[in-house]
């Protein structure tokens, strides 16, 4: 039976790759990139790109664009599913990257969606990846939970209402996607009960040349504080 294999690729240094994923990357005769503009290059290709520069084999980028309309984003999922069941139909070991984990806010999620309900002929193997926000933790030295402690996972560039109720209930908040509204939560915490102690860490472009890493408090936090990217994790975490 034909085989597709996802690749979490992890936040960007190479060396977080996985053997099985650098193995399944080095088989591929096709590898599937993600990015969001037709020309723009993937994330997820220039993270692995130094793994497959011998084996040579045939790159495909697959266009998502970063929009909310449903409609245009289901007939995106339609399109590159058949692009991939269509290299694997024919024979190819198809590989098909997404930065992190696959199952953490990836296009992966719907292109499997689609997959297992328009085409349930297709094997599918995943390999996961290291997620961003733990490689964060890493760098900054957090413990995103320990003993009894609660953790929210949140997207920051939705309807941010539930924030103040998630928050009253949780001793670690991680703000993930676009870095541009990490200021509007600051004051949701704090109305939370979040105190100035409380634990404050922020990063953007982790493991790339234009890295940032802040560490600090909450009562420390200043409008220069935050970062501007869509690439951006945010920490916040009860003292
Ligand atoms: C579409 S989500 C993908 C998450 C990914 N699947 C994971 O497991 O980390 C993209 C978001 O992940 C976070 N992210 C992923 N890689 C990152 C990096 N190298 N630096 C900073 N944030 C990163 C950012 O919050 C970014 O907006």
Redesign the pocket.
């Known amino acids: 039976m034909n085989e597709l294999i996802c690749v ?1 690729c992890g ?2 240094d190479p060396d977080l790759l996985t053997v099985k994923a650098v193995k399944a990357i080095k088989n591929a005769d096709v590898i599937m990139c993600p990015t969001s503009k037709e020309g723009k290059t993937s ?1 997820a290709y220039s993270i692995v790109s130094s793994v497959i520069n011998d084996s040579k084999p045939e790159v495909v980028n697959l266009v998502f664009p970063m929009v909310k309309e449903k409609s245009i984003l289901e007939e995106t999922w339609k399109k590159n599913t058949k692009i991939i069941v269509d290299a694997v139909n024919s024979g190819k070991r198809v590989v098909y990257l ?10 992966w999620i719907y292109l499997h969606r689609e997959l297992q309900t328009k085409y349930p002929g297709i094997k599918i193997k995943v390999i996961p ?5 733990f ?2 933790a890493s760098k900054v030295g957090i413990s995103i939970a320990e003993g009894s402690e609660t953790v929210a996972v949140i ?2 560039c939705y309807d941010l209402s539930r924030v103040k109720d998630t928050a009253k209930n949780c001793d670690t908040m991680i ?5 541009r509204y990490f200021d509007k939560v600051v004051q949701l915490l704090k109305e939370a009960g979040f105190q100035d102690n409380s634990i404050f860490a922020i ?6 040349e234009d ?1 940032v890493v802040r560490k600090l408090t909450l009562g420390e936090v200043t409008k220069e504080t935050f970062t501007n990217k ?4 945010m920490v916040v975490k009860r003292a």
């Not at 997404?98 to 296009?107: F, K, M």
């Not at 869509?230 to 994790?233: G, K, L, N, P």
């Open positions: 979490g936040p960007g994330i997404t930065v992190g984990d696959p199952y953490l806010y990836s296009t990846g290291i997620v961003s926000l490689t964060f997207p920051s703000f993930l996607k676009d870095g990063g953007q472009d982790l493991d790339t890295e869509y690439f951006s994790i």
